[in-house]
């Protein structure tokens, strides 16, 4: 079993950067793929980034790519999403998940067992 507590959102401008940490217990997080996913009213949850167990594999969304770094501390039992060049468009609720027992990255949600609770990212124009 694995709970997720994510933290480091907030406002800010179009342009800025933001680091989320996301803050995992239990014994299986390092050997768990990990991911982001966000949703934003009136849409779909999105998947955003994932990471496989050692962090050797990383997958993004084309969305993100070469604005956002997922990576971890296995030592720390913590995952991170570094968000750079924020955009107005990536307003959303930033929620982290583990998959539990497996140890690759996927970018379904349903792949994904364990889910914590969110937090709110606002990039204003």
């Known amino acids: 079993h694995v709970q997720l507590v994510e933290s480091g959102g907030g406002f800010v401008q179009a342009g800025g950067s933001l680091r989320l940490s996301c803050a995992a217990s239990?014994?299986?997080?390092?050997?768990?793929?990990m991911a982001w996913f966000r949703h934003a009213p009136g849409t779909e949850r999105e998947f955003v980034a994932s990471?496989?167990?050692?962090?050797?594999?990383?997958r993004y969304a084309d969305s993100v790519k070469g604005r956002f770094t997922i990576s971890r501390d296995n030592a720390k039992n913590t995952l991170y999403l570094q968000m750079n060049s924020l955009k107005p468009e990536d307003t959303a609720v930033y929620y982290c998940?583990?998959?539990?027992?497996?140890?690759?990255?996927?970018?379904?949600?349903?792949?994904?067992?364990?889910w914590g609770q969110g937090t709110q990212v606002t990039v204003s124009s």
């Open positions: 239990g014994r299986t997080f390092s050997t768990s793929g």
């Open positions: 990471i496989a167990d050692i962090g050797s594999v990383t």
């Open positions: 998940a583990a998959r539990g027992s497996y140890t690759g990255t996927a970018t379904s949600g349903v792949d994904y067992n364990y």
